[in-house]
């Protein structure tokens, strides 16, 4: 009765839990000395890889109560499954899908900001040079005042954060292909501030590392770096050439 009782089992295990847990409750049932293994493998009982259903006199037969105590022990231990319903379960659920939308919608800002084709605008006038003058070190230096006009408008998508912006100098030496000074910036924080015009004189000092700046022509350069919500910061700028300073100091 011992040995119909364990294959029984084992019949059950099989149809819900797989062959895992057959081989783990047939070992234990081995080692407690209730049967032997190899006296289950008969056709007539459900044991092989491939079983047939006990048959009704097989099922009828009564069968013991302490194997039966003995396998649903090792049933619960090796076989149980996880509460679904539990509070750590759901939490877990509910965080990886918060975080897999998130990093979805992440992707298709910084996508969205590929598919946008801005034409932004700029000019800036030179209005007076107030002063030029030759520093005691040997240096030149410049201060003009300027009309500064844009319209980056066009930058701003809804993954747009924000707009920094800075109007340069920019010309050449013998000694350097490419002199960048930095007289105005500014931060745009939304589109309604994008269109803009402004007057003033250099924010920062122009000043050349020698004495090249008279009648040096130059650029006038308006840079822009956009910082978006999420995705990669890009950078672009207009080049105002055409620009030409005094021939003597003033």
Known sequence: MGQLATCYL??????????CCVSSVAHAVALQGLHQPSRCHQPSLYCSASPSPLSSSQLSQPVPNQPLQHFASLWKNCCAVPNMHSFGYRANALLTFGITLLALMCGMASFSDNINSPSPSAHVQVLNINWFQKQPKGN???????NISADLQSLFTW???QVFVFLAAE???PK?????ISLWDGI??????AKFWIHTSNKYRFIDQGRN???????LTMHWHVMPKTGKMSADKIVMPGYRLPEEYR
Do not use: A, W
């Open 188 to 193: 745009i924080p939304s589109k309604e501030h």
């Open 159 to 161: 993954n747009t954060k």
């Open 10 to 19: 084992q019949n059950i295990i099989t149809q819900f839990s797989g062959p």
């Open 140 to 146: 030149d230096e410049v201060s003009m005042t300027m």
């Open 171 to 173: 010309y050449e030496t």
């Open 213 to 219: 700046l008279r009648g040096k022509e130059f650029n």
């Open 176 to 180: 350097n292909s490419l002199n960048q």
